[in-house]
């Protein structure tokens, strides 16, 4: 694989993750960075080895001309800079939350289709080693038919007058919780299970110093049959967070399996004993190696031509998936999917 020019927009919190692993994938470089904080910007380039640094995302892609463009800023710029992206003739790579609205989202998978860019969303969840191991499993057929995914978040950096210290914008978000961190959540559930069907969410908030709600329940309905539950809150878990936020499970009708908030999973083949299940979970990068895995996929996908796992216009049912559990906690009524926004 020939290697990959990228510059990356966004020098914050996750964007040091992102770097870190893009220089652990050889067919990928990172020639340049902007930040509209151009201290930061030459702070995180001499950190990361990054040759320039620029202040404006327009004179970057100008210059550069990179092969990619990987999008790390609040959720509120990610428009405008995919479509900056995509004029520049870049693919973008754009973090989650992808854009603030359903309309924002589709809008940018348009744009960047009618520019004849890629657009990959940047959803490194479903890459932890755990979940690619359900995943893997899930696709032996050795569960069976697999009836219910359930997953039990339990945080505690959102207790106290100020909660979120490592991202304290976490606070003023009027829409938080899901948004920000249960998307992780729908997509890895995409990924076990299929597509979503429909959605029953209740949304609460327990922490009076933030705008939006820390505390969910997200009751799934799949196409195929079967039924998901996402229990959620960042009030009464561990600090410091633990690698996996939570503990899943995997039912079929011949076999489960156990996820425990270290990444170790247990089988259990009905009518036997819960077994241990071994296979490897890496130790260095961000929680198993995920980003390194997921930017290794695009990276390898931008080159071959291939689908990605992360499409802006397949993403979008994700998108959808959120944007249904606030309308279903908004009106107390399930949500039924639209099956993507077209």
């Not at 640094?53 to 990179?66: G, I, N, Q």
């Not at 919780?177 to 209740?202: K, N, W």
């Not at 990444?263 to 190696?289: A, F, K, M, N, V």
Request: hydrophobic share 40%.
């Amino acid at each position: 694989m020939s290697q990959l020019k990228g510059a990356m927009v966004g020098a914050g919190f996750f964007a040091a993750f992102q770097a870190e692993a893009w220089n652990r994938i050889p067919g990928a470089r990172i020639a340049a960075v902007a930040d509209l904080d151009a201290g930061r910007a030459r702070e995180f380039a001499a950190r990361w080895g990054i040759p320039s640094v620029y202040a404006d995302a327009a004179e970057m892609l100008e210059k550069e001309r990179p092969d990619f463009l990987d999008i790390v800023t609040g959720p509120e710029t990610h428009r405008a800079l995919a479509e900056l992206g995509a004029r520049a003739g870049a693919a973008v790579i754009c973090q989650k939350p992808l854009a603030p609205t359903l309309e924002d989202c589709t809008a940018m998978v348009e744009a960047c289709e009618r520019a004849g860019a890629r657009l990959i969303v940047h959803e490194n969840w479903r890459w932890q080693p755990w979940h690619r191991e359900a995943g893997r499993l899930i696709g032996t057929g050795s569960f069976g038919r697999v009836f219910y995914l359930g997953f039990r978040m339990r945080n505690g950096d959102g207790r106290g007058p100020e909660p979120y210290t490592l991202q304290p914008y976490f606070r003023n978000m009027k829409r938080f919780l899901i948004f920000e961190t249960l998307v992780h959540f729908l997509d890895t559930f995409r990924f076990l299970c299929g597509e979503v069907a429909r959605v029953y969410c209740r949304t609460s908030r327990v922490n009076p110093a933030i705008a939006g709600e820390d505390c969910a329940v997200v009751h799934l309905d799949f196409e195929n049959g079967a039924q998901g539950l996402i229990d959620a809150n960042r009030i009464s878990g561990p600090l410091p967070l633990s690698a996996t936020f939570g503990t899943l499970r995997v039912e079929g009708d011949r076999a489960m399996l156990r996820m425990n908030e270290d990444g170790r999973l247990w089988r259990t083949e009905y009518g036997g004993p819960e077994q241990p299940h071994d296979y490897e979970i890496p130790r260095e990068g961000y929680r198993g190696d995920s980003v390194r895995a997921a930017q290794r996929h695009y990276a390898e996908c931008l080159a071959s031509g291939r689908e990605s796992e992360s499409e802006g216009r397949a993403y979008l049912r994700t998108v959808e998936a959120v944007t249904a559990c606030y309308r279903s906690a908004e009106t107390g009524q399930a949500v039924t999917l639209r099956g993507g926004a077209a």
